[in-house]
């Protein structure tokens, strides 16, 4: 009987458990490409979103954003593994996934996704060195100095130690080469940022047998959506990390607490205000940008009407209108438009409208993705996706709702264990920039 | 050493390294592997001869180990049905492994269609496989260069080596790729590159009692399939996406994409 049943299971075509064929679709048609697929250029945007909002600090000098801009930069380094991993959830043969950076076939967009990624690591992470050298010499130092060390204060002086890699010097001169160096690390990071994900557009957009994929617009309009994600997401996780560090100044929970420099709770939320108004300033330019650019690229196949536009035109105005045109549009971005546009905005309103947002560009993503696999390539049948929530196996809890807040979850697990080591809040005198 | 005297011996050395060298050509596996580098393969399907009777389909699946129960198949047949009243039905219930034979039509989600006899205005059978694309999208997108098109024109799969991304699936503008259910890498049509070898018939070909699938060697111009495919009207299908398909269809309806 068991054997029966995993005959069964093999039986099942990867993509059958989770697609409705309707009218004529070709025999080996189905949504192949699913929520893990939607999460690669959801998360790699974040990714590339956070970093904008840190370099507009650091290339360009907007003071007022030094927080958050830091803030930005740890985050941005939580959220970098996470790009990788639904790529590995969603590969067939999992284990085989290092050939692609060991025997690269460059005709492939897929290919240079490993050396682009690397690149942009290694970007990210020299920066953060640059900007945390200090704090990880003073806090090696002083940790050299206590004379009893627990086990983990001993763990503790041996990785900052390391960290350091061996340069202790912090007098002022050293700490501004590093601001200088950071200053172009910064700006070397801005184009690789959006190379690595107008590239995730592009392996979408130039897969000619896609009616909806293929468009030369998609890697721009993943671009400028990357961007509002990730500063949506900055703007959101901030204002809760402030919160939470109001919460314990209140309650004196936190060690840093009960310092008597520790901020006051007036002075969070002083800086909360400032640093949010900006930042949601910058999200409603690029905001501006991704939408004009989306919906160029609908009026144009609706102008030039080709071949595929009939079945496009099913696909957009009747099947998916509901999650293009009242969640992707209307609830992802006019409404949270209209809510920072008016006037009297505030940082409780600007945070709804950046849950809103963030949902928005899901939706977008959701809605290219899946969209782009609803209609058959003989334009004469259709294919429904229908998320797997119970898994029932490994590839419907891969491929499932499970899977998906996986993904979803990890930066913020990376975060906490990333902060320990280099905290997103320090006071003016540890940090250099 | 003087700088003079360096570069005098630094260039000796790389014309002399240089000599040896050219020597060494690079090995293209295309080429080493390919049986037969002087032949074409190319695959003729006649649409006027074909019945639906999907012994093909049966032939493939049973001779490349392709699980009957799996909704995917490397060939298949497509029913074309055009109503008096102008309206198109198409259809292939299980790639039509085993034919069609009932006369209503599938429309997918367990929901059939009956069509009344006397309302027929035409209908006709096509049968579709990979088409081996002189200039595959799929080899093109495949991130780790385990798809591959040989010096004969066949476009295979390394069953060792793909990652199973799904890329070439969505590449193919024929929906001639899927995944296979036990091997769990891409699958396709391989002309039947291992009957081909050893100057076999591929098994639909050697299936099909109508003959209306046959192969050839279009590099050959005395091979008959050739001299058809030259003095026939026969056409390819989604011509617009640029791949050059070398299966060649005669009686190539307008509609059939």
């Known amino acids: 009987m068991v054997g029966e049943i995993a005959q069964h299971a093999a039986m099942i075509v990867h993509g059958e458990a989770w697609t409705v064929k309707e009218l004529f679709t070709l025999p080996n048609e189905y949504i192949y490409w699913s929520i893990q697929i939607v999460m690669y250029p959801y998360m790699t945007g974040l990714v590339a979103g956070a970093f904008v909002l840190s370099s507009l600090y650091h290339v360009f000098g907007i003071e007022k954003l030094k927080e958050i801009a830091r803030f930005s930069l740890v985050f941005s380094f939580a959220l970098l593994p996470v790009a990788m991993m639904p790529l590995m959830l969603h590969l067939q043969q999992p284990f085989r996934g290092i050939h692609v950076m060991m025997t690269p076939h460059f005709t492939s967009a897929i290919a240079a996704f490993g050396f682009v990624f690397s690149t942009y690591a290694c970007i990210v992470a020299t920066e953060l060195w640059l900007v945390y050298r200090k704090y990880f010499v003073q806090t090696a130092v002083a940790l050299k100095a206590q004379n009893n060390r627990s086990a983990i204060d001993s763990f503790r002086m041996l990785m900052f130690t390391a960290l350091t890699l061996g340069a202790w010097d912090i007098s002022d001169e050293a700490v501004k080469k590093d601001h200088k160096a950071c200053k172009t690390m910064a700006g070397i990071g801005i184009p690789v940022a959006c190379f690595l994900h107008g590239y995730a557009g592009f392996i979408f957009g130039s897969v000619k047998a896609n009616a909806l994929w293929m468009t030369p617009l998609m890697p721009v309009i993943f671009i400028c959506s990357a961007v509002v994600s990730g500063v949506a997401l900055c703007i959101l996780c901030y204002v809760i990390v402030q919160e939470i560090r109001k919460f314990m100044a209140k309650r004196k929970i936190a060690r840093w607490a009960n310092d008597p420099t520790a901020p006051t709770i007036e002075e969070l939320e002083g800086a909360k205000h400032e640093e949010v108004m900006i930042s949601s300033n910058y999200l409603m330019y690029f905001m501006i940008a991704a939408l004009t650019l989306e919906i160029l690229d609908l009026i144009f196949r609706g102008y030039t009407q080709v071949k595929s536009w009939d079945i496009l035109r099913e696909v957009i105005m009747e099947r998916d209108f509901t999650k293009i045109f009242i969640m992707q549009y209307g609830l992802g971005n006019i409404l949270p438009f209209l809510i920072m546009v008016l006037p009297g905005r505030t940082v409780r309103r600007t945070t709804i409208a950046t849950v809103l947002v963030l949902f928005g560009v899901f939706m977008m993503r959701y809605n290219v993705v899946i969209g782009g696999q609803a209609f058959s390539l003989s334009f004469s049948g259709f294919m429904d996706y229908t998320l797997p929530i119970i898994p029932h196996d490994l590839e419907t809890f891969k491929e499932g709702l499970f899977g998906a807040m996986t993904v979803a979850a990890t930066p913020f697990v990376l975060f906490f264990f990333i902060n320990k080591v280099m905290p997103a809040f320090l006071k003016e005198e540890e940090s250099t920039h | ?257």
């Not at chain 2, 050493?1 to 050395?13: A, N």
């Not at chain 2, 009932?102 to 997918?108: P, T």
């Not at chain 2, 200039?135 to 004969?152: E, L, M, N, R, W």
């Open chain 2, 1 to 257: 050493m003087e700088r003079r005297e360096f570069l005098q011996k630094s260039i000796l050395v790389i014309v002399g390294a240089s000599v040896p060298l050219s020597a060494l050509t690079m090995i293209d596996p295309k080429k080493v592997f390919a049986e037969n580098p002087d032949i074409q393969w190319a695959f003729l399907v006649d649409t006027n001869k074909c019945v639906g009777c999907g012994f093909c389909v049966k032939a493939c699946k049973t001779e490349n180990d392709v699980p009957f129960e799996a909704n995917v198949s490397r060939t298949w047949v497509e029913r074309y049905v055009y109503t008096k009243d102008d309206k198109r039905y198409v259809d292939s219930p299980k790639a039509a492994q085993d034919g069609f034979t009932e006369s209503r039509i599938d429309l997918g989600r367990g929901e059939y269609q009956e069509i009344d006899k006397a309302n027929v205005g035409k209908a006709f059978f096509v049968p579709k496989l990979c088409n081996h694309c002189s200039s595959p999208a799929c080899t093109q997108v495949c991130p780790v260069g385990a798809t591959y098109k040989t010096d004969d024109g066949v476009v295979l799969v390394d069953r060792t080596w793909c990652i199973g991304c799904g890329y070439c699936i969505m590449a193919c503008p024929y929906g001639a790729r899927f995944f296979h259910p036990i091997a769990k890498v891409a699958d396709k049509c391989t002309f039947c590159y291992h009957r081909l070898s050893k100057g076999l018939d591929s098994a639909c070909v050697n299936a099909c009692p109508f003959k209306a699938r046959r192969m050839g060697n279009i590099h050959d111009k005395n091979d008959p399939i050739t001299q058809l495919i030259m003095n026939e009207r026969v056409g390819v299908l989604k011509d617009e996406f640029g791949t050059k398909p070398q299966a060649f269809y005669i009686g190539l309806a307008q509609e059939v994409r």
